[in-house]
């Protein structure tokens, strides 16, 4: 018996798929520092783990399907917070962004359509296209030009009969760039040009550095029938595992259509769903807390990857992720080496290759993805383990 065709299309994560090495490196009790996941050392506010803890119902039971009416309402508030108004009736509960994206192409194109999305991009975002029969049809960012949007001749030069809608992620995933008002103004026209959805992931909105003030793609309610917003409490809360995100648009069709998709996966974790709306009541402390510790690690990191001879990288605008050009053939081929051959101390440094961040077969093929989630300290033991393995694969490929 042959397995579908569909699934033998789907890459394997380049953020997990080398776990196998990283599993073997802890088991001969060598130290791994991840780079490769965005998963933060912060700690999740305090509130939402007593929310866990004192959960007040005898029975977990099946909440709504678009969502529990008290996080909606929550997330209301919050979005007014910064600057957007919008109803508890344009928003769906997903789980996590990833449903939510996936959501949103499920609902948007039919199977053969197309999304068009600037790459680098998040990797799992392949993924969930394949689930949907989506075309992903990349426009590529350079590392030289700090990965901005592409030309608008290029974006254009991309629209077929078959694309649907464009998809951005700011702050970004996996680069660190963060679009500009006129960068989201000439996507916006482009959408308006050939009646294109426009979808952006803003789950790292909170982190936009160097007093940067970001902008939500739902404060243009001149286009709010073309826009759909993605969220998560993943990032913004070191809530990753607990897999509550949000799907936002004004344009009701989208949000009746989507919650047929809702209803079949029946509803979002309740328990979660509890903690995340006590999440949303943490001071406004902790989250600023949060940026300046992230905008700590940014600085420390890109001082430490540009004095290792031959690395290159963009200092990143916002999120907690950067694209590193390392002096190498195949960063995959070193990823491995890093994990299977070689410690410093006995510890190394796990790396997510960036060829796995793009659609076009060759580019990214010397570049990584760091995710600079951890304390300064571990990140400058992690970068002198990285130093030392480049000069270790050097000698062993000379």
């Known amino acids: 018996m042959e397995i579908s065709a569909r699934i033998r299309g789907f890459q394997a994560s380049p953020i997990r798929r080398l776990s196998p090495y990283a599993i073997a490196a802890k088991e001969r009790g060598v130290k791994v520092y991840h780079l490769n996941i965005g998963q933060p050392d912060i700690k999740t506010p305090q509130e939402a783990i007593d929310a866990v803890h004192s959960y007040p119902y005898g029975i977990i039971s099946y909440g709504e399907s678009d969502g529990d009416m008290p996080l909606r309402k929550g997330l209301v508030e919050y979005y007014k917070g910064i600057g957007v108004d919008i109803d508890a009736q344009d928003i769906l509960i997903t789980t996590g962004g990833s449903e939510a994206l996936l959501f949103a192409f499920m609902t948007l194109c039919d199977p053969g359509d197309e999304v068009i999305v600037p790459e680098p991009y998040y990797t799992n975002v392949h993924s969930f296209a394949g689930m949907a029969n989506v075309k992903i049809v990349p426009v590529t960012s350079v590392f030289d030009n700090g990965f901005a949007l592409p030309p608008l001749d290029v974006i254009e030069s991309k629209i077929t009969k078959k694309t649907m809608a464009v998809l951005l992620c700011s702050p970004n995933n996996p680069t660190g760039h963060v679009y500009t008002p006129q960068e989201f103004e000439t996507v916006l026209r482009i959408c308006v040009k050939h009646d294109l959805f426009l ?169 990584v993805r760091i995710a600079y989630v951890l304390n300064t300290q571990d990140l400058e033991k992690a970068c002198k383990c990285l130093e030392k393995g480049l000069e270790a694969y050097k000698e062993n490929h000379r």
Do not use: W
Not at 203 to 227: H, N, P, Q
Not at 249 to 274: D, F, G, H, M, W
Not at 286 to 313: S, T, W
Not at 320 to 338: G, N, Q, R, S
């Open 199 to 367: 979808i952006v992931d803003e789950v790292y909105r909170e982190f936009c550095y160097d007093g940067e003030v970001f902008t939500s793609i739902l404060k243009y309610k001149d286009y709010a029938d073309r826009v759909i917003c993605v969220d998560s409490f993943s990032k913004r809360f070191s809530m990753c595992g607990a897999r509550v995100g949000a799907l936002v648009s004004r344009n009701r069709n989208v949000i009746t259509e989507t919650l047929k998709l809702s209803q079949a996966r029946l509803c979002p974790p309740s328990v979660e769903q509890y903690a995340a709306l006590a999440a949303l009541s943490a001071p406004h402390e902790y989250m600023a807390q949060v940026h300046d510790e992230y905008e700590n690690r940014r600085d420390f990191i890109v001082d430490a990857l540009r004095r290792i001879p031959g690395v290159k990288c963009i200092k990143p605008k916002g999120a907690f992720y950067l694209i590193a050009e390392l002096p190498v053939e195949d960063a995959e081929d070193f990823a491995i080496f890093m994990l299977r051959d070689f410690s410093y101390n006995g510890e190394t440094v796990m790396l997510a290759p960036a060829e796995g961040f793009y659609e076009t077969d060759g580019l990214g093929r010397n570049q």
